[in-house]
């Protein structure tokens, strides 16, 4: 699971992701904020619709219940993810259902501010270390997705930009 935080906008996020990531990213979005919700003792009648609790105490899971801001900024990603999806591929994602039940759980996660965005890279790419070493999370996410896709461009995995052209951080 993994939100690819290029930046703290997130419409900027999504819309470097390419097509594949950007459909993993929606569902992942979703189940974290979903586990959020499941997983929060002030809520005491859970939403019928959201998915189940998956992968309770991943990096990411654990920081979006951690702060208000931190399921608010989330979200946002969420909805921005499913209109880059709308925009791309002319349909909506399965996904708006779940999306439509969210917000109104804010206000039950703690109220501090947002803290810093968890970083979650392969562990076997050779920059690792590099990419858990540096200071801005930002930079290690664009170099780490450039990493990514060229891997996969060897692999003959091709990554595509439906509607959009690359990031220019991997041109």
Known sequence: MNLFTISDNTKHCVQSLDDVLLRKTIVEAAQMLSTAIQLNDKIKNKPEG???????NEEHNAWVRESKYNFKW?????????????YR????????RVAQLIPQYEDTFPNIS????PRKFNKEYENYDELMNMKDTFKAYKLYLATKWKKETADNKIPTWTKRDKPDFYN
């Open 50 to 56: 959201l998915y189940k609790i998956y992968n309770a």
């Open 89 to 96: 591929f002319d349909k909506n994602h399965d996904t708006w």
């Open 74 to 86: 989330t979200f946002y990603y969420l909805i921005d993810a499913l209109n880059e999806y709308r």
């Open 114 to 117: 947002i803290t810093p965005f």
